[in-house]
């Protein structure tokens, strides 16, 4: 099986980036900005690179209705 992520482990963001799960199965959270911004380069549970995935943000898009 090909792991793309083989050596890495990815920290998903959760809870509005209050809180990230790590691939490692832990989570951590911070207290504001992201894993990166906080100086991490690597996952503090199981030693590998750490990937941060960041929820992308949705555009708000405009309900135009035609209603008439
Ligand atoms: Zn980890």
Not at 7 to 32: A, H, N, P, Q, Y
């Amino acid at each position: 099986m090909a792991d793309s992520t083989r050596g890495m482990c990815v920290w998903r963001e959760d809870c509005d980036g209050e809180m990230w799960s790590t691939d490692c199965g832990k989570g951590f959270t911070l207290i504001e900005d992201t894993p990166a911004e906080n100086g991490m380069r690597y996952c503090c549970f199981c030693g590998r690179a750490l990937v941060q995935l960041q929820e992308v943000e949705p555009e708000f898009t405009e309900v135009n209705d035609a209603a008439g």
